[in-house]
């Protein structure tokens, strides 16, 4: 059995059940839109078989080595890094590159940046979208993160299914995020019972990962 988990909604009540589920032979997939480097303390007395990081753009295995990973193209890296240094509208942007932050303009998988007008931010969306056809950006309410078009959770789990050869429609979901939408909508798919209002209408609602293990 394998079952694919926002890393936002594991709790410390949660991990018990979580072990024992791996323990007995289970496949428990992470993902999450962080850096390794943001989860790695916090997953040390967790059991899990893969982590997906950065939005899908860097897999890592359950001891932490990188299998997997898409990076920007420097050609659009420095540009949008530039830009966003400019502007008033964004605070201290940053080169994800891993394993931590940097400012050099030479290589990472991420630029991400502090919103500091949310309205402004949209429409920074579309201008930089509109000029460099081949990233992907996500914003939320505090953080702009910049990544090329390849990457999402869902392709960096489709690279992933295939290498330990279990198909997505086998696969159950949990999530409590709009944007895991089209992740959870290719297999048996939950979601908390506090989420939005899309979520509780597609996805079947929980009230946290245990129950939902314990269920399968």
């Known amino acids: ?3 694919v988990c926002d890393y936002e909604i594991i709790f410390k009540d949660d991990i018990e059940v979580i072990n024992e589920f791996v323990k007995k032979g ?3 997939i992470i993902t999450t839109h962080l850096s390794v480097f943001k989860v790695q303390k916090k997953l040390k007395d967790l059991n899990f078989s893969y982590i997906i990081c950065n ?3 860097m897999v890592f295995d359950k001891d932490f080595n990188l299998i997997y990973r898409q ?6 890296l420095k540009p949008i890094f530039a830009f966003l240094k400019k502007s008033i509208y964004m605070g201290n942007p940053v080169i994800d590159v ?7 303009e ?3 998988n991420v630029i991400k940046a502090r919103i500091v007008n949310l309205e402004k931010a949209q429409i920074m969306k579309d201008e930089l979208l509109q000029k460099y056809p081949l990233i992907n950006i996500y914003i939320d309410n505090t953080i702009f993160s910049v990544t090329n078009n390849k990457i999402s959770k869902i392709n960096a789990l489709k690279w992933l299914s295939k290498k330990i050869k279990v198909k997505l429609r ?3 979901f949990i999530s409590n995020n709009v944007n895991d939408f089209k992740l959870g909508k290719k297999g048996k798919s939950f979601t908390l019972n506090n989420p939005s209002t899309i979520l509780q209408k597609k996805f079947k609602v929980i ?3 245990a129950e939902l293990i314990k269920k399968l």
Do not use: A, P, Q, W
């Open 170 to 172: 086998h696969m159950y």
């Open 1 to 3: 059995m394998l079952l």
């Open 71 to 76: 990076d920007l193209k420097k050609e659009v």
């Open 207 to 209: 009230n946290n990962v």
């Open 98 to 104: 891993g394993y931590g932050y940097c400012r050099k």
């Open 106 to 108: 030479e290589y990472g």
């Open 26 to 28: 289970n496949i428990f």
């Open 55 to 57: 939005n899908g753009s």
